[in-house]
């Protein structure tokens, strides 16, 4: 027991007779450990994108929801007519008639 794993640590079992085995499976492990990592890389970016992209639609809701608040402001009545009561027009006190064709 304490001799094979003297061979493994000094990595003697790589250069002994018949290592070529050994040698593929390091070399698959070596490659799998590659892989691994970059598709760690790969999923780390993912997720970066996804956070900017969740702020971009967090802010463009709030512009959304802050325009809005301006037209509901600006469509008020008691607004309209400030506005043209600044522009001098008057509202109408005849009521409108409607025209039937037939």
Do not use: A
Not at 20 to 27: L, M, N
Not at 30 to 59: A, G, P, Q, R
Not at 77 to 100: A, C, H, L
């Amino acid at each position: 027991m304490k001799n094979k794993l003297k061979q493994i640590v000094l990595g003697n079992f790589l250069i002994d007779e018949g290592s070529f085995r050994k040698w593929r499976y390091v070399i698959f492990l070596f490659s799998m450990c590659l892989i691994m990592i970059y598709s760690s890389h790969l999923v780390d970016s993912k997720i970066i994108t996804i956070s900017e992209l969740k702020n971009e639609t967090s802010i463009l809701k709030s512009d959304f929801i802050e325009g809005r608040k301006k037209v509901m402001k600006l469509k008020m009545e008691s607004n309209v007519t400030d506005v043209m009561f600044e522009r001098q027009i008057k509202s109408s006190t005849i009521p409108p008639k409607k025209i039937v064709i037939e």
